[in-house]
Antibody
Framework: QVQLQESGPGLVKPSETLSLTCAVSGYSISSGYYWGWIRQPPGKGLEWIGCIRHGDTTYYNPSLKSRVTISADTSKNQFSLKVSSVTAADTAVYFC??????????WGQGALVTVSS | EIVLTQSPGTLSLSPGERATLSCGASQSVRSNYLAWYQQKPGQAPRLLMYGASVRTTGTPDRFSGSGSGTDFTLTISRLEPEDFAVYYCQQYVNSPFSFGQGTRLEI
């Protein structure tokens, strides 16, 4: 059974970098699948941020591309998200997800990140 | 970039009734690379359907998906109390793999 778990600071100051990690169990991320990040501002819908495949091929939402980096650490079986220069608009629940395609077959429980000084 | 528009924004129905949710795409979604998710409050979304009409393991057969090109539909034949939630469509043919804005299905 594939399980994902997000971790990282719940509070980030404006202009700083948001960093989250998603630990994967039950499947080796080096074996394939897409591994990605989706966020959901409070009370709003889902926004696709980006994903990584085969450990090195990345896809990003153009609206965030200049500030986002997704990377994978196959030795730890985890992948990460960095969002730079954050503002209050980046406050959201951040979900990590994985699947055979760029769909979320498997999801983490979500991590609330608040941007505030 | 493909923009997905879901309608209606909110659908008010009763248990036992039939629900029809729509997802329209700004350009053709080739190979029906269209997925549907269900999200309940405080939970992560759950993948219900992929390939526009293929149910995932555990999705009840009262859920069905149809459509092609730019128009897709999720139908719930007879609503159960646990079906009241928010539903999202997602296209995965072209990056960015965008979501629709969601349809809230309420009692």
């Amino acid at each position: 059974q594939v399980q994902l778990q997000e971790s990282g600071p719940g509070l980030v100051k404006p202009s700083e970098t948001l960093s989250l990690t998603c630990a994967v169990s039950g499947y080796s991320i080096s074996s394939g699948y897409y591994w990605g990040w989706i966020r959901q501002p409070p009370g709003k819908g889902l926004e696709w941020i980006g994903c990584i495949r085969h450990g090195d091929t990345t896809y990003y939402n153009p609206s965030l591309k200049s500030r986002v980096t997704i990377s994978a650490d196959t030795s730890k079986n985890q992948f990460s998200l960095k969002v730079s220069s954050v503002t209050a608009a980046d406050t959201a629940v951040y979900f990590c997800a994985g699947g055979f395609g760029p769909t979320g077959d498997y999801w983490g429980q979500g991590a609330l990140v608040t941007v505030s000084s | 970039e493909i923009v997905l528009t879901q309608s209606p924004g909110t659908l008010s129905l009763s248990p036992g009734e039939r629900a029809t949710l729509s997802c329209g795409a700004s350009q053709s979604v080739r190979s029906n690379y269209l997925a549907w998710y269900q999200q309940k409050p405080g939970q992560a979304p759950r993948l219900l359907m992929y390939g526009a009409s293929v149910r995932t393991t555990g999705t009840p057969d009262r859920f069905s998906g149809s459509g092609s090109g730019t128009d897709f539909t999720l139908t719930i034949s007879r609503l159960e109390p646990e079906d009241f939630a928010v539903y999202y469509c997602q296209q995965y043919v072209n990056s960015p793999f965008s979501f629709g804005q969601g349809t809230r299905l309420e009692i």
